[in-house]
């Protein structure tokens, strides 16, 4: 199993650029989960999923979208880059909501 | 107040000594905690999950204070590999999500 997997490691954006962050999980997870990791802060939630064809906003969803068209894949839209999103972004999924989360390698992102 | 508290750190602890933290949480309606680990430039992995009753796993001893609204982690016998940051998480009840505390760092000494 290749567990979660994220591309790319790395990414350089100019502001009101838009682009995919991609993620996939082999474990068959009913929940998926897309946070940002800031220096000094916890790992905040964008958006989540709790099964194919469902998501919802966590606590920081604003210039983001998501879909879940399958079980084993949940992309990240940003819409229009700001620099505001440079981050590390990682994505995680669990058998089920609020269950052990495995973590995908993250992306960093740079936004000018 | 943050949902969710945690010493920033460094710890810095000799090889072979005993460390412990806290994390302290504000919402006392709180049903289960978990201790992660993450190692610099990486993904977090689970260290612990963090039952009533407490949990030791090897070197490790995680313990939950309900009435004081804190967890604990405890290290005993530090190996340079426990060189980390240490994330504390909380599940608060709600919508599905973890609350993420911003990580308490420990760096062992030889």
């Known amino acids: 199993n290749a567990g979660v997997t994220q591309t790319p490691k790395f990414q350089v954006l100019k502001t009101g650029q838009s682009m995919t962050l991609q993620c996939a999980q082999d474990m068959n997870h009913e929940y998926m989960s897309w946070y940002r990791q800031d220096p000094g802060m916890g790992l905040r939630l964008i958006h989540y999923s709790v099964g194919a064809g469902i998501t919802d906003q966590g606590e920081v969803p604003n210039g983001y979208n998501v879909s879940r068209s399958t079980t084993e894949d949940f992309p990240l839209r940003l819409l229009s880059a700001a620099p505001s999103q440079t981050s590390v972004y990682f994505c995680?999924?669990?058998?089920?909501?609020?269950?052990?989360?495995?973590f995908g390698p993250g992306t960093r992102l740079l936004v000018l | 107040r943050k949902e969710v508290e945690q010493d920033p750190g460094p710890f810095n602890v000799p090889e072979g000594a005993t460390v412990a933290f806290n994390c302290t949480y504000s919402?006392?309606?709180?049903?289960?905690f978990f201790w992660y680990r993450q190692d610099c430039r990486k993904e977090p992995k689970l260290l612990m999950s963090v039952y009533s009753s407490g949990n030791e796993d090897g070197r490790f001893t995680a313990q939950l204070n309900r009435a004081s609204q804190y967890i604990s982690l405890l290290i005993r016998d530090s190996k340079l590999s426990d060189s980390a940051t240490y994330l504390c998480v909380v599940n608060t009840g709600g919508n599905y999500q973890l609350i993420w505390g911003a990580g308490t760092k420990l760096i062992i000494k030889p």
């Open positions: 995680a999924s669990s058998p089920r909501a609020l269950e052990t989360q495995y």
């Open positions: 919402n006392s309606a709180s049903q289960s």
